[in-house]
């Protein structure tokens, strides 16, 4: 059985048999939900590449103090694939999050496309925001992910072509684009960009200025999937070409111990 995973600011510098403190909302869900007692073990991750191996060793209501057994620090998986997503209705913001970051995308940056159904203004963009990002945080622990995504602030069509322009490959998801995925050469390293566009689809206009700064406009085949799964198929096509999805197992299986 899996251990529960949960998050901690840092662990910077920490060893085996170093003290670790878990607080606030995270001990509560430990101890309160998950009801971790005294002598059960769990992983504490920074979301930074380093993970622990602990033995629970005393709990509070908001607090929960472990003994580090075993530490693994983990490489930046590459390539870091970023996913720029057109901001869809309701919900499906957050599967697309969900389901991203399941997948091992390293930065997810929302877009207001030009035929973008939702309007982030104000305090509903604050709040949609926050709920992104809550979003990407609990789906990294349940993936087990020793590096945790990134949900940037939403993005304007020029910063996003900014984005296109200094990956070492970029793609636009376009169901008129008469490419395939199986065309790109996908790098080993560096950074892959993928925009996904919105319900109603991109404009030319968007697709014309990311093309012009080294986009591929490629199509999945012959359906067209919603905007909150397209991400997630395109990944899985453009990362079953890569190291990372040819020799690696689950991020905490086989941790090994460090002083």
């Known amino acids: 059985m899996s251990l529960p995973v949960h998050l901690v600011p840092t662990l910077a510098g920490v060893?085996?048999?170093?003290?670790?403190?878990?607080?606030?909302?995270?001990?509560?869900?430990?101890?309160?939900?998950?009801?971790?007692?005294?002598?059960?073990?769990?992983?504490?991750?920074?979301?930074?590449?380093?993970?622990?191996?602990?033995v629970v060793s005393d709990t509070g209501k908001?607090?929960?103090?472990?003994?580090?057994?075993?530490?693994?620090?983990?490489?930046?998986?590459?390539?870091?694939?970023?996913?720029?997503?057109?901001?869809?209705?309701?919900?499906?913001?957050?599967?697309?999050?969900?389901?991203?970051?399941?997948?091992?995308?390293?930065?997810?940056?929302?877009?207001?496309?030009?035929r973008s159904v939702a309007i982030w203004k104000g305090e509903r963009a604050a709040k949609s925001l926050a709920r992104w990002r809550s979003t990407a945080r609990e789906a990294a622990k349940q993936a087990r992910r020793s590096w945790f995504p990134e949900v940037a602030e939403p993005a304007t069509t020029p910063a996003v072509a900014a984005l296109v322009g200094d990956a070492d490959l970029a793609v636009v998801l376009h169901e008129e684009a008469s490419a395939s995925l199986t065309t790109?050469?996908?790098?080993?390293?560096?950074?892959?960009?993928?925009?996904?566009?919105?319900?109603?689809?991109?404009?030319?206009?968007?697709?014309?200025?990311?093309?012009?700064v080294g986009a591929v406009s490629v199509?999945?085949?012959?359906e067209v999937l919603r905007t909150s799964t397209a991400g997630v198929a395109a990944v899985s096509a453009l990362l079953s070409r890569t190291p990372r999805w040819r020799h690696h197992g689950p991020e905490h299986q086989g941790l090994s111990g460090s002083s």
């Open 15 to 54: 060893g085996v048999g170093a003290e670790v403190t878990v607080e606030g909302d995270e001990a509560h869900h430990a101890v309160a939900v998950r009801r971790l007692r005294v002598g059960e073990h769990l992983v504490l991750t920074d979301g930074a590449g380093t993970s622990v191996r602990a």
């Open 62 to 114: 908001r607090t929960l103090t472990a003994i580090v057994e075993e530490v693994t620090r983990r490489e930046r998986p590459a390539p870091e694939v970023v996913v720029v997503q057109a901001i869809p209705k309701g919900d499906r913001g957050e599967l697309a999050v969900e389901v991203l970051t399941e997948i091992g995308v390293a930065r997810v940056v929302p877009w207001a496309a030009a």
């Open 184 to 212: 790109v050469d996908v790098p080993a390293t560096g950074t892959v960009v993928v925009v996904v566009g919105p319900e109603g689809g991109l404009t030319p206009e968007e697709v014309a200025t990311l093309e012009a």
């Open 219 to 222: 199509r999945l085949g012959a």
